[in-house]
């Protein structure tokens, strides 16, 4: 990591660590880079502001540590993810995966809303960076998967790996933005929809993926 965190933060206890970490979550993900204070961020993790600056470099580099935590955060579930489902079918992982999203998105709307913020707010630093690291920790993911599901014979042979990526990269992304932003869905009523219909609606994907990537040939069932 650039030099945005000092040691003296890394070498801080824990639960010190912890409680600044989530006052960074909470000011970043209400409002957004250019309007969040450091002075509440002091205020809510009970430190003095001079110390802030014994611990990072300056606002940006309490944002850049807090996006880093974020998506390690995101990281560590997904891994589970995969490495629990490695047995089953690439449909199957793939639900899995994008229902694992959407518990995400309930149990830490702070996380996500930050993902969101970089992606709406253009004066977020480094904004294409974050953006492009996001989007590659997504398509390694999904790679992954999808070059395990051919090496078992569940896909289409020759199915573009790349174009393929970029399809369920944009449509399990869409789908969590409508969750967490009412104006992102005009069709199926996804921040409103209980955890049952959310389920049923990702099963419902599932089968036009299978449908399209897999046995196309087949009526649909």
């Not at 999904?142 to 449509?171: C, K, N, V, Y």
């Amino acid at each position: 990591m650039p030099e945005i965190v000092r040691p003296t933060f890394l070498n801080l206890p824990e639960a010190k660590q912890a409680r600044i970490i989530d006052a960074a979550l909470e000011e970043f993900a209400s409002k957004g880079y250019p309007q969040a204070s450091l002075n509440v961020i002091v205020a809510r993790s009970g430190i003095a502001k001079g110390s802030l600056y014994q611990y990072f470099t300056d606002k940006s580099g309490v944002f850049l540590y807090i996006f880093d935590f974020a998506i390690s955060f995101v990281r560590r579930i997904l891994v589970q993810v995969k490495e629990s489902t490695l047995g089953e079918d690439f449909f199957t992982r793939l639900e899995k995966s994008l229902l694992a999203g959407v518990a995400f998105i309930k149990e830490h709307p702070r996380i996500y809303g930050i993902y969101l913020k970089i992606l709406f707010d253009q004066q977020v630093p480094q904004r294409q960076e974050l953006l492009r690291a996001v989007r590659q920790f997504s398509a390694d993911y999904l790679q992954s998967l999808l070059r395990q599901g051919m090496a078992r014979g569940e896909l289409r042979p020759g199915l573009p790996q790349q174009t393929t990526t970029f399809l369920l990269d944009a449509l399990l992304d869409r789908f969590l933005q409508a969750v967490s932003v009412p104006a992102f869905d005009v069709a199926l009523g996804l921040d409103q929809a209980t955890e049952e219909e959310l389920g049923q609606r990702v099963r419902e994907l599932m089968i036009v993926l299978r449908h399209g990537l897999a046995d196309g040939d087949k009526p649909y069932e």
